[in-house]
């Protein structure tokens, strides 16, 4: 891949939401959705794949709650809830009516089975902490669940909004990789591999204003420029998930077209394996800090629009502490701390990066310059989005790679030492914990600035940036997400204005 280097001129964007139209929302039409990565399945509670979520969440899957274009809390399959004095029980009211696309009705009881299924041993779910944490369900009624948690969590209802907690229904739920079946606004067609979802409007939807598509399709192409190409020939009505920024500098010139960018939690990550010699070395790891100028990487890989960050916690997200001055770009002092390590003359290293992601080939070509200026070598091998799952993610067999971790909140994942990085610190879960149990805001703000300052200290991966969440689409396409607070591309709302 060749090198990027930085483009000076300035990209026009559509910097706010469209403006309300002056009629109401239009009935009617298909809309295809390109984006670059096929998930692995479609059941977003058996996998850790943003690719997943990007596609289902929302459209054809529901949680009790669920996160809106601004990032607030808002009612789901639960259109209220209620919670103790002592933040530890929550009364969630479920919506009377609601049906699986398969007729099955759901209710308090498939809500308990579905909550049950995440914290059993062996179960798939990438986050079964999420289920394990409650202490005890209780169905009152049909319409009625009522959660007891073993200790107070302040990021619990956030968790209920993930797309590890949609539900699923009891009976067919076995086939949810290949053949989903939700209760959402869009119901299952066909999934034609390597190339496209199909799904279309759920006449038997909750909400009988919603959606105003008939048909979505979600599609695959891998190649940025391919995706352009596909825009322009009218294959495609929109680029969902822009990875390559450069390429819409040229579709904003187009009268067309218009392009969105907005805010993201999509922190980009070398991810470290903190169990594999020599990383395994807090001295070692913080060298890396030093040797990497995160602002020349945000410009060369993300041309400036990616916002650089120090710590595990996207700047749009409350409790945000800026900490890109910890380790500032000092390759003088990289080496001193290499050579305090035991490494005076560098180390070779791997960095395998997921084919799948462009943006993650980019930041590890202009890593592994920066490293190479102080003496770690690093072989680049590109890997396949399959390898990278199974042997880096799940078998936590790799030294070094690069990725975006898309969930917010989701700090956590260090306070688990057989997470992949394999980061074991008793300092942040103690401080982890304190900030789960927090019952004022200020000391959330604490606890959680606290989580931030000890990673970063510790060097645990190598913070680079937050992704922009940057959107291209037909000039008709209106009510498309500006911002991504959280990882779906929700076509719920979306309409043609021809």
Known sequence: MKRLVAIACVLVLVSAFPAPAAEPPKRGGSLIVCVGDEPPGLDPTASASAAIDRVVYSNLFEGLVKVDRHGKLVPGLAHGWEVSPDAKTYTFRLRQGVRFHNGEPFNAQVARWNLERGAAEGTKNAHPEFFRQIATIETPDDFTLRLTLKEVNALFLFQMAEGDSVMLPMKGWEDTASRPIGTGPFRFIEWRRGDSVVLERNPNYWNPALPYLDRLTYRFIKDPSAQVAALKAGDVDVLGWILAPEIARGIARDKRFKVLSGSSTSEVIMSTNNKAKPFDNKLVRQAMAHAIDRKTVNELVMLGYGTPIGSHWPPITPYYVDLTKKFPYDPKKAKELLAQAGYPNGFAARIQLPAIY????????????????????????????????????????????????????????????????????????????????????????????????IVAEDAVNGFLFVSPSLSAMKAEVMNWWKDYPTIALDATEVWWNK
């Open 358 to 453: 462009p943006y993650a080939q980019k930041a590890g070509e202009v890593i592994a310059d920066m490293l190479g200026r102080v003496g770690i070598r690093l072989k680049i091998e590109i890997v396949e989005w399959g390898f990278w799952l199974d042997r880096i993610f799940k078998q936590k067999d790799f030294e070094l790679s690069m990725i975006g971790h898309a969930e917010a909140w989701d700090i956590g994942i260090y306070a688990n030492p057989n997470y992949y990085f394999q980061y074991d610190s008793a300092e942040f879960r103690d401080a982890y914990q304190k900030a789960l149990r927090a019952e004022t805001e200020a000391e959330k703000a604490k606890w959680f600035a606290r989580c931030q300052e």
